[in-house]
């Protein structure tokens, strides 16, 4: 899955800029196999995070074990890797994806980066064919302007937008599936000083906002995808032009309201109506200012989210016919006894009645978010790799997205052979995000890159099936949540009712003693454990400051 991900084609460019580097430095030369080394340290470093104050060498200062590569472990990396801690710091260093200099890097920061992220998207749209939506949104790559050649600070725009993972940093206009949440296209924005781009120059004049758009689906224009959208985008403006070129639209709209009555939400609003309530209102457009007579219908919904609080949803797609109730359980806390005290927590699942529209907009609108929550809110890549220089910091981004995507790919093709009823191996369903990487960094650290000629290609090998790892890798023990299984969950409802809140507080909070520490741990190792059997080989979690799985391994 790394291999179809990562843009196998700019490899051989990342070799030779990297290898001027390493002869002027009077460093041995680096291989395609090697830089693929790096990168699988790079994420072992990223799975098994230390202060800061230790430092990277310490990676290397560590005892060796004689135990097989399980889980990326903390092990002396230069006996257990064969490589050692200066010639991974003298790749580091020597790391290029473009061929430049340190005065074309002051003049224009994002050139080293720039034909990574064009051979990014070119090998996106060789390997990733779309489901039915596609869903254009931001993504950060976190950055506070810590750049040691720029004379000139500024010439790097630096956003920031709270409600993202890691909200301060380079923004990055991307496109990804709806369905699997597989990034789709990258544009990295470089703020008001750099020149107009597609669909913004003469005689489009685009305006921004829309103008994007088209660029991140250009290469599904006219295959009629449906593109779901947040309020950066929306407009009646990026309805007409996405109809014109044969894709359908839904949106949120809130600021770019031009050409839509305004005055007639305010009234609506003014109305108070209760949640689940909406009113339907449609307008024409001509998405073909040569064919002043074919027009086309734009649907917008006034959607009552909560009470007083409406929200307009606009569309070239879908029925305004009530679709499926929107449900949300809410947990409160209410005084039954005022006298003697007595508090009660109460559950309730609250729905909401909304239309066709708005539901099936709602099912795709977060497939960027679930992207970055993968890879800003489990693997951080970013926070490992220390660098002050942004073209570094975007590499680092870009490569943790193909490690996200790489997983997110193994999830949707296990998932189809699942539907279609594919005996695939029973351990190969169980690999959790977690899982997922430690073979993954196997696999590149281990990997047989410059002997076998059908990865260069990044294809599949013949000997492994859709849905399957390669089967040479070893097995892979993996931290496993004691309140997921069934033995767990049987003895409980032995005790208590499932329906009840203390069942669901007692399996949340379900622990038992660390085999190593003794302390209470809520996760055990799937390999040395009978869990059917009610046999757990508990061990402390590696996310906390305890190292009992590491020993444990």
């Known amino acids: 899955y790394f291999y179809l991900f990562f843009p196998m084609q700019h490899l051989p460019k990342i070799v030779e800029y990297t290898n001027a580097q390493l002869v002027k430095h009077n460093r041995v030369q680096t291989s395609a196999g090697e830089i693929l080394k790096f990168l699988g340290l790079r994420l072992v470093i ?19 074990s004689t135990q097989q590569l399980c889980r990326p472990s903390v092990d002396n990396f230069k006996e ?10 003298a790749i580091t260093e020597c790391l290029r994806l473009d061929d430049f200099d340190d005065q074309t890097a002051m003049s224009n920061p994002y050139k080293p980066i720039d034909s990574f992220v064009h051979a990014f998207n070119e090998r996106r749209e060789c390997v990733v064919s779309p489901g039915i939506c596609i869903v254009p949104d931001e993504c950060m790559s976190p950055w506070k302007g810590l750049e040691s050649i720029s004379a000139d600070p500024t010439r790097i725009h630096i ?22 949440c597989i990034m789709l296209r990258l544009e990295v924005q470089k703020g008001a000083h750099a020149p107009l781009q597609q669909f913004q120059q003469p005689p489009h004049c685009i305006p921004f906002h829309c103008a994007v758009v088209l660029r991140l689906v250009l290469p599904w ?31 949120v709209l809130k600021g770019c309201s031009k050409g839509f009555p305004v005055s007639y939400l305010e009234d609506y609003q003014k109305k108070k109506p209760t949640r689940g309530s909406y009113k339907v209102i449609t307008t024409s457009v001509t998405p073909d200012p040569e064919r002043p007579t074919a027009t086309r219908k734009v649907m917008a919904v006034l959607h009552a989210i909560k009470t007083e609080k409406v929200r307009t949803i606009i569309g070239t797609y879908s029925s305004p016919l009530p679709g499926v109730p929107h449900k949300v359980v809410r947990h409160r806390v209410r005084k039954v006894d005022e006298d003697g005290g007595v508090w009660v927590r109460t559950r309730e699942v609250v729905e909401t009645t ?9 099912t795709f609108f977060n497939a960027v978010d679930l992207n970055d929550r993968y890879r800003q809110g489990y693997l951080n890549l970013e926070d490992s790799w220390h660098t002050q220089k942004c073209w570094v910091r975007l590499f ?18 296990e998932a189809d052979d699942v539907r279609r009823d594919v005996q695939i191996n029973e351990r190969d369903t169980k690999l959790s995000f ?19 000629a059908n990865v260069a290609d990044g294809l599949r090998s013949q000997q492994t099936s859709p849905g399957q790892l390669s089967s ?11 309140n997921r299984t069934s033995f767990v969950k049987r003895k409980l409802s032995e005790a208590f009712d499932e329906a009840s809140d203390i069942y669901r507080t007692k399996l949340n909070s379900f622990q038992l003693r660390c085999t190593i520490c003794k302390k209470k741990a809520t996760q055990y190792c799937d390999i040395c454990s009978s869990a059917d059997l009610g046999h757990f080989v508990v061990c402390c979690s590696s996310k906390t400051d305890r190292t009992c799985w590491n020993n444990h391994l």
Request: aromatic fraction near 10%.
């Open 80 to 89: 257990r890797f064969k490589i050692s801690f200066s010639r991974f710091k």
């Open 159 to 180: 956003t920031k937008i709270p409600r993202k993972p890691r909200g301060i940093g380079i923004e990055m206009k991307c496109a990804a599936d709806g369905e699997s």
């Open 396 to 413: 680092t981004t870009i490569l943790g997205i193909v490690f996200t995507d790489s997983y997110l790919g193994y999830k949707l093709e």
């Open 354 to 362: 909304r239309p066709k529209i708005v539901e099936e907009g709602a």
């Open 434 to 452: 977690y899982g997922f990487l430690s073979e993954l960094a196997h696999g590149l650290i281990f990997n047989r890159f410059d002997d076998t």
């Open 472 to 482: 040479s890798s070893p097995a892979i023990p993996q931290p496993l949540n004691l």
């Open 46 to 64: 990223a799975l098994n995070p230390r202060k800061s104050s230790e430092g990277l060498q310490s990676y290397w200062e560590c005892a060796a």
């Open 221 to 251: 224009i006219g295959s009629g995808r449906l593109v779901v959208a947040d309020a950066a985008f929306t407009s009646l403006r990026t309805c007409s032009e996405l109809l014109r070129r044969g894709l359908f639209f839904i949106g």
